[in-house]
């Protein structure tokens, strides 16, 4: 398990799978699985009996999880999926910076 470099709020795009060139936002990271749910993404159908916290039961899509491994960062400046790098500046602070152009994600 390795440190994962996706955030949430983060604007990535799905390079593997059923959901292939599609892009979206990072809603929640999950470290323990390597995993991230995207906004709108992977949906997949889920049947709940019905309950107090939720009324009425059926059928309820709702997006599920997609591996670290199949995501990639989309550079805000050259708006590409890229590798991430990581950076420190003068004043000691890391930074994350697009592979392809160099310019900092963070900020």
């Known amino acids: 398990m390795g440190k994962i470099s996706i955030k949430k709020n983060d604007t990535v795009m799905v390079i593997a799978g059923k959901e292939r060139g599609k892009s979206g936002k990072v809603l929640k990271v999950l470290p323990k699985k390597n995993a991230v749910i995207i906004e709108r993404l992977n949906f997949v159908k889920r049947h709940l009996r019905p309950g107090a916290g939720h009324g009425q039961g059926g059928i309820v899509e709702k997006e599920a999880p997609i591996h670290i491994s199949n995501v990639q960062l989309l550079c805000g400046k050259c708006n590409l999926p890229t590798r ?17 152009c160099g310019e900092a994600i963070d900020e």
């Not at 790098?85 to 592979?99: F, H, Q, T, V, Y």
């Open 84 to 100: 991430i790098g990581k950076k420190i500046l003068e004043d000691g602070r890391k930074i994350r910076i697009c592979k392809k």
